[in-house]
């Protein structure tokens, strides 16, 4: 099946620093989610990107859609400990978007 | 409730018995989907309705697995001999409707763990 591959598995940062992640796939994506997972919750829609190209901004988040339709990047700009979580990246498995795969997720730790 | 509901919250089960997870979507969201969660894993889906009609269930791993939501609203997911390769996390979401601008909105999920 299609899968998502998602880099770094997870960081440790200082509050204020820039993060970056991204997330492949072997197979074109016409949709890329990405979703926030709090400690005890369900995902949570971050951004939605639906155009190759597109960049989307959410805050201090920032997402882009790559040109290939194979990869995306989420940015995360003076990052404070509430940044906390993992973040997954997702795409629909088929043409109806009635059902999405998801990559392993980056987990993300935001020191004080 | 504004939120997609689950229960239990947490199953703690028997090899070899039954259990029934429930999912209270969104109200008027026409479209429910079942994920499972393994830890370090990302949600994996499972099936999905619209309205009560099951349209596709190629992500129920067997035959022990089954889900409903006859009256188009409240779903249950069964799992009928519980195993312990069956312990994860188990989530529901729910969309306005399918399609790529319509967010799914995840529950809190039922933790699910077979002795």
């Known amino acids: 099946g299609q899968q998502l591959n998602q880099s770094p598995q997870s960081m440790f940062i200082q509050e204020g620093e820039d993060v970056s992640m991204n997330c492949t796939s072997s197979?074109?994506?016409?949709?890329w989610l990405w979703y926030k997972q709090d400690p005890g919750e369900g995902p949570v829609l971050l951004i939605a990107l639906h155009k190759a190209g597109e960049l989307t901004s959410n805050g201090r988040l920032t997402a882009q859609f790559g040109i290939t339709r194979k990869d995306s990047f989420l940015n995360i700009s003076a990052s404070i400990p509430s940044d906390v979580g993992i973040y997954f990246c997702?795409?629909?498995?088929?043409?109806?978007?009635?059902?999405?795969?998801f990559g392993k997720g980056t987990m993300l730790l935001v020191s004080p | 409730g504004a939120g997609v509901s689950q229960s239990p919250r947490y199953k703690v089960t028997k090899r070899g018995q039954d259990v029934a997870l429930r999912c209270d979507p969104i109200?008027?969201?026409?479209?429910l989907y079942w994920y499972r969660q393994a830890l370090g894993q990302g949600p994996e889906f499972l099936t999905y309705f619209n309205y009560e009609a099951q349209q596709d269930k190629s992500g129920l791993p067997n035959d022990r697995f089954s889900a409903e939501r006859p009256e188009g609203s409240i779903s249950t997911l069964t799992i009928q001999r519980t195993e312990q390769r069956d312990s994860a996390m188990y989530r529901c979401?729910?969309?306005?409707?399918?399609?790529?601008?319509?967010?799914?909105?995840f529950g809190p999920g039922t933790r699910l763990t077979v002795l």
């Open positions: 197979s074109i994506f016409n949709t």
């Open positions: 979401a729910s969309s306005l409707r399918q399609g790529p601008y319509n967010e799914q909105f």
């Open positions: 997702a795409g629909p498995l088929n043409s109806g978007y009635s059902t999405l795969t």
């Open positions: 109200s008027g969201h026409v479209s």
